[in-house]
């Protein structure tokens, strides 16, 4: 398996305090890697470090073996690095199948004056995207709920929403920003099924989160993040029973 | 405070042409964009209308076409700068934009004949005539807001980092929503100066730019039936409630504030989702979605 | 000529760094652009008038019912404008149309208060009194407002820098949920800064009615704006960046007055505002600004 996403001795400093410092990690395509850590870690920079949102103040990224260290962050997006976000902004006034299809954008081909004057090519396209998008519905169990208010529903099902979306875009990475924070182990459970499935299509997915005992069974390679340092890396079941890491959970 | 009418003017015409207006200010405050320019646009339309008819003799019809063409290409060039703020700052910037058009209708007497504003235009738009274009920009604009272009300013509004991590060009968007909203503003100047025989600078100053404000906070800004009902309503209500003529402007500044704070989306927009919600609740009602039963006992073998 | 013009366009600019500096403390505390600000400049200029027309109270009581008044309405816009906003989470859009809103309101009950005249002064509210200096007639007025906007600059550093109250001001404004954590109450500090930057805008209504001899209701706006160039250019939380600018501004302004025309002067202001705007968003001294475009930071 080629290694799609690198980082390799990313460092970020803020005003002279490194808020992650010489962080260096690999998320090969085709499995699920974690990135964990309690809170504060700097978990969530290191995924705005790598898609865009702030600079390096040391090190490299490497997307395909391309260095993407200055690449800005709508030129990441459309090389296929798609994220999730911690607080969900979806579209609450849209459906479901409108915010799903707002993903799709960036594979557009079809101009603005086109689909306004319903052009062939512009209807052909639009009936792609909305079979596509319908395909993702099923995946994730919410085809009832398509022309849903995407406000109006419940907290998983919007995650379940803003995962679909991100999903759209077809990513080489997926960066899956604490994917499950305020579910319950059933839900939790049914979406790690979905990474899995994701994973196995090709995609190189990051997955951060700080509990521990979800990512157990779903990573195959752990990272733990603690003040912005890699305090352990590699299987989960070494690392779960890591001292460091028992340390740094605890006395955080 | 406003004075965008005389009293020739019937209210359904009044109503047609501020709805085009309201248009105008939906179309940006969709796309995120905080531009309260419209009214400075709408001057640029109208005096660019009336004057081809005055002075020049011009077809008012076509007079109104390069009026809202003068729209279209100011509020191009003003995008290029414009695009580059946000919040606040595009909202002052563009203020700025009103006052300096105001400023120059007031001084350039030569031009613009000063306060004393250009009179005796032609009479050349009839309600019918304005009913047409008012349906045709209604449906251009819903065709536009309701597929992909409309997906992406709803995601650039609501959250422009999303936006961007989905591909999504923000600064191309919010262009073209500043380019539209010029040309919506400047024709429903150029139409309010050939179906009303008068303008003076004041048509167009501070007490417009609130008022387009308004109709779209009142009606919504992100749907188009917001803008319209928003401009029903407010042009309509000092005619209804004669009282409230007289205190127009203390009556707008209540109601920006009461709806902003306690019925933030606008009546149309509110009345929209909720119906939406409605008519769903009454097909299936989804049950919580639970993990395949198959997968979940898999799970909890392979951990125990 | 050119010094004279140089020294009344000091005086006047220090009274807009007066009020811009009341509005970019809000801004600084509150992260909100308070749109209704001229209004409250107003209604301190309308309630110095008032007592000096209705009560013949001397010049110095009026300034103070000038303060007082434009604190009380600041604190009322908070109260009714901001606050349940803040309540509900709204976003900055929500809080600029909201004080738009108010700002109407404001507008228009000064204007039916004052039937839409422009009122004055009474002609001997001040002591006419000139000197004569460097071949420039400097007004008795004119020493006094500079004198004032010392105090007020001095006596504002002093209360932010040196008191526990100016702490807490200052605590919230770098961080507020840590200092919710650290036990102090957002609730009056926000008020206290509502009612110190309304008091100097009050105050700077009152100055600048005697000014220019004229008190009207719409007097608010054209302050407000200036205000906006103001802080642009002396960047947003910088006192002496405020006052510098304003300076700057008054001057500009005067010079315009003199030597083109009061029309074109306005229309000069306006085109500033916008090239400054575009061109320097954070300003000559401040920090930079809320979100602009998605970019590496």
Known sequence: MSTTLVLENVTRHFGGVPAVDGVSLEVPAGQITGLIGPNGAGKTTVVNLITGILHLTQGR???????????????????????????IRLVPDASVLDNVLAGFHRHEKTGLWANLLGLPSARAEARQMRGGAMQLLE???????????????????????????????????????EPVAGMNDAEAESLAHIFRKVAADGVAVLLIEHNMRFVMSLCSRLYVLASGRLIAQGEPDAVGRDPVVVEAYLGA | MINFFNTYQSLLDHILVNMLLAASQYVVLRAGVFSLGSAGFAALGAYCTALLTTKLGWNPWLSVVVGMMLGTLVSALLALPLSRLRGVFQAVATLAFVQIVLSATQNWVALTNGPMGVNSIPHAAGTASLLLIVVAVVVF???????????????????????????????????????????????????????????????????????ALAMVVLGGRTTVWGALVGALVLTSLPEVFRVFADYRAVVQGLLLMLVIIYLPRGLADT????????RLRRTAAPPVIAAPVGVLTAQTRSRS | MLMQQLLNGIVVGSVYGLFALGFTLLFGVNHIMNMAHGSVFMWGAFAGLFAVLQFDA??????????????AVSVLLDLVAFRPLRRRGGPEFSAIVSSIGADLVLISIAQKLSNTAVMRFPFDAFPVIFFSFMGMRVQLLQLVIMALVVIMVVGLVWYLYRTSFGLRIRSVAYAEQTSRLLGINPGPVNMQVFFISGALAGMAGVLIGLVFNSVHFAMGEPLLLRAFVIIIIGGLGSIPGALIAGMVIGIVQTLSVAYISSGVAEAIVFLALFVVIVLKPTGLFGQPTAAMRVQRA
């Open chain 2, 141 to 211: 604009l819903v065709m536009m807001g309701r597929y992909s272009f409309g997906r992406a300013l709803d995601v650039i509004r609501e959250d422009e980092t999303v936006a961007v991590s989905l591909g999504i060009s923000v600064p191309y968007y919010h262009r073209i929503a500043f380019v539209l909203s010029g040309a919506l503003a400047g024709l429903s100047g150029g139409l309010h100066a050939i179906s009303s025989y008068s303008i003076t600078p004041q048509d167009y100053g501070f007490g417009l730019l609130v008022a």
């Open chain 2, 271 to 278: 009345v929209i989702a909720h119906l939406k919600d409605r």
């Open chain 3, 58 to 71: 001397p010049i110095y009581v009026a300034l103070l019912i000038g303060m007082l008044a434009g604190g």
């Open chain 1, 61 to 87: 990224v490497l997307l395909d073996g391309q260095d993407v260290s200055k690449t800005e962050a709508p030129d990441l997006a459309r090389a296929g690095v798609a994220r999730t976000f911690q607080n």
């Open chain 1, 139 to 177: 995946r994730f169990g919410m085809t009832e709920l398509a022309e849903h208010r995407a406000g109006a529903l419940s907290y998983g099902h919007q995650r379940r929403i803003e995962m679909m979306r991100a999903l759209a875009s077809r990513p080489k990475v997926l960066l899956l920003d």
